[in-house]
């Protein structure tokens, strides 16, 4: 159940979970902020809560605005692809007995069924990218365990509204957003970094970026990087 908290003229939906912290997020196109809550939680508290983050969600509202988009995706013939950080162009091919995805040289081949629907050609090109994300993890995920000396049991990929990554430290869990596969490889490094070094430290507090300092210096150049790439045209990341 959601409820409706004015704090001047904010609104933000609150809804209370079986879970242990307090989680505020910020969402495309309007700026819609929701608060998840610990379900011991009272009202009041979550009210101070958001009070207290106003700056940062009057912060956030305004990058939505000014952040750049990317056009809506039609999955047509030369309609611009990226795959690692580089631009490639759709050929579709009308393939009924293979339908897939072939790279080749800055092109992406879409083998798709005659006639084939919008959201076909968008399952399978997710269902390629997928893959790729997933093989260009697992090496880095086991780069990373042995230098955390940390272990990762599972691995999602899958969308994500507003973040890049997740983490569960205790079930060793994490989770990439299947929009890396369109970054430079450099930004998945970073973001498996990122989640499995919540294995050591939950938070974000100074201690955590000492970590990453001592990993990957450049970390900061790289979230700048994925903070200022254009909005998909399906979600916000952030």
Same mark, same amino acid.
């Given at each position: ?59 956030? =509202?305004?990058?939505?605005? /000014?952040?750049?988009?990317?056009? !809506? #995706?039609?999955? @047509?013939? %030369? ?78 990929? =899958?969308?994500?509204?507003? /973040?890049?990554?997740?983490?569960? !430290? #205790?079930?060793? @869990?994490? %989770? ?63």
């Amino acid at each position: 159940m959601i409820t409706e908290l004015a704090i001047g003229d904010i609104s933000v939906d609150v809804v209370f979970k079986d879970i242990k912290n307090v989680h505020l997020s910020v969402y495309p196109p309007t700026g819609r902020v929701r608060i998840s809550a610990p379900a011991r939680m009272s009202m009041e508290s979550v009210r101070l809560f958001a009070i207290s983050k106003i700056g940062w969600i009057k912060k956030q =509202q305004v990058k939505l605005r /000014k952040q750049e988009r990317e056009p !809506p #995706r039609e999955y @047509i013939d %030369r309609e611009s692809h990226y795959i690692w950080g580089q631009r490639f162009l759709l050929q579709v091919t009308e393939d009924g007995d293979q339908p897939g995805v072939i790279p080749e040289h800055r092109r992406l081949v879409l083998c798709v069924e005659p006639q084939a629907s919008h959201d076909r050609r968008r399952e399978l090109l997710d269902d390629w990218y997928r893959r790729e994300l997933r093989d260009a993890a697992k090496p880095l995920i086991a780069k990373w365990e042995q230098r955390l000396e940390q272990s990762v049991d599972r691995f999602f990929v =899958q969308r994500m509204k507003t /973040k890049w990554g997740s983490s569960n !430290p #205790r079930r060793g @869990i994490i %989770r990439l957003n299947l929009e890396l596969a369109k970054k430079r490889p450099e930004c998945l490094d970073y973001v498996v970094l990122h989640e499995i070094a919540h294995f050591v430290v939950a938070d974000h507090s100074p201690r955590f970026t000492t970590l990453l300092d001592s990993h990957l210096p450049q970390w900061r150049v790289v979230r700048q990087e994925l903070n200022l790439a254009p909005l998909s045209d399906e979600a916000w990341l952030h």
